[in-house]
């Protein structure tokens, strides 16, 4: 099985920083994409950003020039630097991870739990 674990939730101010990790563990070959999603109460899940096994990022519109994704494929991790936060990031974040697995072919799609910020204005 794989595991997804989110940490770095919490309070923040607006126009302060937080920064959002996801380790990924158990029977994993490689990591394709990595991605962070939100949800905010009342609303559709929504991708944030999306980083390659190469490294090459992408984001939502509306976080562009604010958020920052990285990864470090040795330790299997995947970061979400937030600046200059507003209210409306609120929402719970939660880490996908596409996997290819030694065990079994093919590439699996798995989740983190996710994890609560709140950013107060």
């Known amino acids: 099985q794989v595991q997804l674990v989110e940490s770095g939730g919490g309070l923040a101010q607006a126009g302060g920083s937080r920064r959002l990790s996801c380790r990924a563990s158990g029977r994993i070959l490689s990591i394709d994409n990595m991605e962070w999603y939100r949800q905010a109460p009342g609303k559709q899940r929504e991708l944030v950003a999306t980083?390659?096994?190469?490294?090459?990022?992408n984001y939502a519109d509306s976080v562009k020039g604010r958020f920052t994704i990285s990864r470090d494929n040795a330790k299997k991790e995947v970061y979400l630097q937030m600046s200059s936060l507003k209210p409306e990031d609120t929402a719970v974040y939660y880490c996908k991870s596409d996997v290819r697995r030694p065990d079994i072919f093919g590439l699996y799609t798995y989740w983190g739990q996710g994890t609560q910020v709140t950013v107060s204005s």
């Open positions: 980083i390659t096994s190469g490294g090459s990022a």
